[in-house]
């Protein structure tokens, strides 16, 4: 946003700069013609006139580079706010994702309730076998999950991917 306002400063400027030099320009020319008239004669006028026109010739090149790069910098001003506007709705977009998942975890976690101990009990040994197999990073980002998922204290987490599910043999 700083980087638009000083582009708009910017520009603003070089409207500034634009307008003074049509009237510097206006007023050479101006100038040049009333010195045609007077006298075409004198040396000095005539000295006067020709630097005067190549004033004029290079404010005109000035002028139109100012108002090249002016649109240039209105192009940029342009995109810079459609990315911001792009980038809000983007971010409006995730922090709706965000909120829909909170939602989710909440329901779960009502859902599932303080009551049922034994099933937390239950699904934390199954989570605690699985991990075994993979590993201490998985055993620790695992416990996390399930807290989070479980109602822990220890903040809310998205749930990640779910732990496979115990298969049991019975031998008959």
């Known amino acids: 946003e700083t980087e638009v306002e000083q582009l708009q400063r910017l520009l603003e400027g ?10 510097r320009m206006e007023s050479g020319q101006a100038e040049l013609e009333r010195l045609r008239k007077v ?13 005067l026109e190549k004033e004029v010739a290079g404010l005109r090149e000035k002028i139109h580079h100012l108002d090249d790069m002016l649109k240039s910098q209105q192009r940029k001003v342009r995109q810079m706010i459609e990315q911001l506007q792009n980038s809000k709705s983007v971010i409006q977009a995730k922090d709706a994702a965000i909120q829909e998942l909170k939602e989710r975890v909440s329901y779960l976690e009502a859902e599932v309730g303080p009551g049922n101990l034994e099933m937390h009990d239950r699904i934390e040994h199954l989570i605690e076998k699985q991990v075994s197999r993979g590993g ?11 807290v989070s998922r479980c109602g822990g204290n220890s903040g809310k987490r998205l749930p990640g991917p779910k732990p496979l599910p115990l298969i049991r043999v019975v031998e008959t």
């Open 39 to 51: 006298e075409g004669e004198r040396a000095a006028q005539q000295e006067r006139s020709s630097q």
């Open 136 to 146: 201490s990073s998985a055993r620790a980002r695992s416990k996390s999950e399930y």
């Open 14 to 23: 070089m409207e500034k700069d634009h307008q003074d030099l049509l009237a």
